[in-house]
């Protein structure tokens, strides 16, 4: 039994990520047995109060800083694909971009979002263990993380080698694509292990609160990826190949980065823990099945944006694949700064919720809405005056495609706000306890909604691309109204526990015991 940040716990690696959450969140003497902390549990939720100009400026500082590095560290991290893309322009094809496209597709589905997912989970329960001091429990968490992710790429490489064919001809990838990018997702094997692996040191270092360590490493690995560009695809022509040497090279850069930090420079040491079989063997089922419902979040979130693309295969061109994939990775790389944002918004709200800080929490709320409003402002102005510059650095290889481009690009101006609008709701319905609602929201949206109106004004109204990225617009747009409106009307049920904090408006859910008294 040891004593780890101000409450007492059976530290047996063996026990499950269910018992794990309830001893870092709840405060436990013992497993079972909560002790409460902050405010007392019966403490009722409090209204919408008045916040000084002070508070708010602390607290738009303090989420903004946090934010903006891990929003930086995200946005790197995809940027990658632009820069990659720009390559593509001047030295290679307009079908090696729509390849990148195709590929992309399928790396992200079955491997990068899942994985993604699994490591923000780690980032949820971890950052609250090293709050608490409680590194043994941390470093079981990282093994675990590990371990599972290197499941899932080895199930990701399994899948691609026997059905990457079968499944692109039944959803009607272009033929001309399909050998080219199975060849080329070969080649990504090694590098998306590498990022699933980097992506996890990451999380764990980030736990530690040290954003700008880990955004130096990346900054410098970035600018050595286009050194490997101008060498590998400029200077040698190797094409695709050269893509993925770049990509490769850059990213094991990134992971020897994080080690020296660990290794050389104290880093998270204290985390840094012998690897047990046991640990692994009897907790990772477990961590799996919690881990993989962020992965799944992750998946919905974003196969909205791997759809559109599908859609501009069955236009029957390569320039409408081509020029999907260039706004998609604009947007991909826009959406993952906002998701920096929503991910800092869901660990502060939480945090202040567990501490019984429930005025704090509903401040954070209002700061991050502000925040992500302006940030879509901000992009918004930065795209229009930079029109025409991305139009010659990313598509001036293709008339077509630089034409389609220039029409896509004025409709996901909508699109960019209703994505900081959703990812902002999601850190704040995940952090008060309705994820699950919000996936349903989601899937609405992207499934139910956007789909199947892209469908219909792409293709039987005939608006062609642009018709696509409107249905989506529309479903995702009436998706982020529901969540809107959720946050600022409803709250949990679990609001009175300090699970949760009550967004104002009025109370819509009734308590159970509550209705039992007045009988």
Request: hydrophobic fraction near 50%.
């Amino acid at each position: 039994r040891r004593v780890h940040g101000g409450f007492e716990s059976k530290m047996d690696p063996r026990s499950s990520p269910a018992q794990v959450r309830e001893m870092l969140l709840q405060g436990t003497d013992k497993i079972g047995a909560a002790t409460p902390r902050g405010t007392p549990a019966n403490d009722k939720a409090v209204e919408w109060g008045v916040f000084s100009r002070r508070e708010f400026r602390r607290a738009f500082w303090d989420f903004g800083i946090s934010g903006s590095s891990m929003a930086v560290n995200l946005g790197l991290s995809y940027f990658v694909n632009l820069g990659t893309i720009m390559y593509m322009n001047y030295y290679s094809k307009t079908s090696d971009i729509a390849v990148i496209g195709v590929t992309n597709v399928w790396m992200c589905l079955l491997c990068i979002f899942p994985t993604s997912g699994i490591c923000a989970y780690l980032g949820s329960v971890m950052s609250e263990a090293v709050r608490r001091k409680n590194y043994d429990m941390a470093g079981i968490l990282w093994q675990r993380n590990l371990t599972a992710i290197s499941l899932v790429v080895l199930l990701y490489i399994f899948i691609t080698l026997i059905a990457f064919k079968k499944v692109m001809l039944t959803i009607g990838i272009l033929p001309e694509l399909i050998d080219a990018s199975l060849t080329f997702t070969k080649l990504n094997f090694g590098w998306i292990y590498l990022f699933a692996v980097y992506t996890s040191l990451a999380t764990y270092l980030n736990a530690f609160g040290v954003f700008k360590r880990v955004f130096y490493v990346e900054g410098a690995n970035f600018i050595l990826f286009v050194v490997y560009l101008e060498l590998f695809v400029k200077a040698s022509g190797l094409g695709l190949a050269g893509v993925t040497a770049s990509k490769t090279l850059m990213v094991l850069g990134q992971v020897l980065g994080i080690l020296y930090l660990i290794k050389f420079k104290g880093v998270g040491t204290e985390a840094w823990i012998d690897w047990s079989p046991a640990t692994l063997t009897h907790g990772l089922v477990g961590y799996l099945q919690e881990s993989l419902g962020n992965g799944l979040a992750y998946f919905i979130e974003a196969t909205g944006m791997e759809l559109i693309i599908l859609m501009a295969n069955w236009q029957g061109a390569v320039a409408s694949v081509a020029a999907a994939t260039v706004v998609y990775n604009i947007a991909e790389v826009l959406f993952v700064v906002a998701t920096g944002y929503s991910m800092t918004m869901t660990a502060t709200i939480e945090s202040e919720l567990v501490n019984g800080t429930k005025r704090r929490a509903q401040l954070y709320v209002f700061t991050g809405v502000i925040v992500t409003c302006l940030l879509s402002v901000i992009e918004i102005i930065l795209l229009i005056f930079f029109r025409i510059f991305l139009v010659d650095y990313f598509v001036s290889g293709d008339k077509k495609t630089a034409e389609l481009y220039q029409k896509i690009i004025i409709v996901y101006f909508l699109m960019n706000l209703i994505d900081n609008l959703l990812a902002t709701m999601s850190g704040v319905l995940k952090a008060i306890g309705f994820k699950t609602f919000y996936l349903k929201v989601l899937t609405l949206g992207t499934f139910i909604l956007g789909a199947p109106l892209g469908y219909f004004f792409g293709f039987k109204q005939k608006f062609g691309d642009i018709g696509i990225w409107l249905g989506f617009v529309i479903g995702e747009g009436i998706a982020t109204l529901i969540l809107v409106w959720t946050c600022l009307l409803y709250t949990s049920d679990a609001a009175d526990d300090l699970l949760c904090v009550d967004l104002g408006g009025r109370r819509i859910i009734k308590k159970k015991n509550n209705y039992r008294n007045r009988k």
